[in-house]
């Protein structure tokens, strides 16, 4: 099967199939796209590689749905919404049963959110998947990293921790073992995320800050902090446990929620006179929200181990143990 054969099969779609925002799709020396009147192109990459960002063994359709959802996060997070992507392919051999897997997981999460593959391009070499995505945002409207402001509420989405911990249970680290059936449940976590698309919609003009979780909890807001010029207070009774987490013990339960990374959940800051609003957004969006620390002024992050009291965290200051954890982690 020659190179054009394989991007017609599995990369090309016919009139009619999928969602179609282009002027000129896919099939030309390039694709032609603009975004609404009044709004702004939002635009980001992400590669994965082989033994680096997955293992070998994975299931194609569930690595072609996480290749597209951790670019569609990035979307998310800037309160874009998704409309087209271009894929840059580079293949060891022509697996065609690999190829089916892959773009079916693939086109299925594009259809899902409306974004059309619009282009790329097909190479020989390691097994690597660079996507870039496009999305539009009314002009001006764009969530940042820089917004955030002393007094705002610091919010997580979902459940932040459990692909961390199905990668540990893959590296075998974890005493005790999961059983087989909470396995399965945060393995499909790790290899099949769900991109917060609905709930960055929902966030747009509402919260004044936001970054997605892809290094850990705490890593990507030391980048919201350093941009917003603030300090953050966490309370470590207020982090989100999922069911799964909950069985395990109480420091790991910390060290995922707060280190894990690859959850691709929604990190944002919102005034706390907003507050009803962002449950109400979360609730929209269907995904549950959590509000986990406070803005601050003064500069640098401040864990305590209480819960929230009238209006802050509580308890007593902890050693931070988290932000240099794991700092050169596999990805
Ligand atoms: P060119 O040589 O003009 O850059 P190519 O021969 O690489 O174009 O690709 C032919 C067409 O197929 C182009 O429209 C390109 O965008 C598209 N294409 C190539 N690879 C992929 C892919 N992996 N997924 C989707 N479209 C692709
Ligand atoms: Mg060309």
Same mark, same amino acid.
């Given at each position: ?55 070998? !063994? ?57 974004c059309e593959l619009i282009g790329g391009d097909t !190479? ?69 995320? !769900? ?73 944002? !800051? ?34 305590r181990d209480g819960g929230w ?23």
């Amino acid at each position: 099967m020659g190179e054009f054969d394989l991007i017609a099969r599995y990369f090309h779609r016919p009139d009619g199939q999928g969602p179609r925002h282009a002027i000129v799709p896919n099939g030309d020396d390039c694709a032609v796209i603009a975004p609404a009147p009044g709004m702004q192109l939002a635009v980001s990459t992400d590669t994965m590689v082989e033994g680096r960002h997955f293992l070998s !063994t994975v299931d194609p359709a569930r690595l072609g749905h996480k290749a597209l959802a951790v670019n569609l996060s990035d979307l998310a997070a800037c309160g874009a919404k998704p409309l087209a992507f271009t894929l840059a392919l580079t293949l060891p051999r022509v697996d065609q049963a690999w190829l089916a897997g892959f773009s079916g997981g693939l086109l299925a999460l594009a259809d899902e959110h409306g974004c059309e593959l619009i282009g790329g391009d097909t !190479t020989a070499g390691p097994l690597a998947i660079g996507i870039t995505v496009m999305g539009e945002v009314p002009a001006g409207q764009a969530l940042l990293r820089s917004g955030a402001r002393p007094g705002d509420e610091l919010w997580v989405s979902g459940w932040p921790g459990e692909a961390r911990l199905a990668l540990e249970a893959f590296r075998g680290t974890l005493v005790p073992p999961l059983d087989g059936e909470a396995f399965e449940a945060v393995r499909l976590r790790m290899e099949r995320p !769900t991109p917060r698309v609905a709930l960055g919609l929902a966030l747009r003009g509402l919260a004044s800050s936001a970054i997605d979780v892809s290094d850990g909890l705490l890593g990507d807001l030391g980048h919201v902090l350093k941009r917003s010029r603030v300090g953050v207070e966490i309370a470590l009774g207020a982090l989100p446990v999922s069911p799964w987490l909950a069985t395990r013990p109480l420091a790991e339960q910390q060290d995922n929620v707060l280190a894990g990374g690859d959850d691709y959940e929604l990190l944002f !800051t919102a005034p706390a006179a907003r507050h009803a609003e962002v449950l109400a957004a979360g609730q929209a969006a269907g995904v549950p929200v959590h509000r986990i620390g406070l803005l601050q002024a003064e500069v640098g992050l401040r864990v305590r181990d209480g819960g929230w009291g009238a209006e802050e965290p509580t308890g007593q200051p902890v050693a931070n143990r988290w932000t240099s954890f794991d700092h050169f982690k596999m990805a």
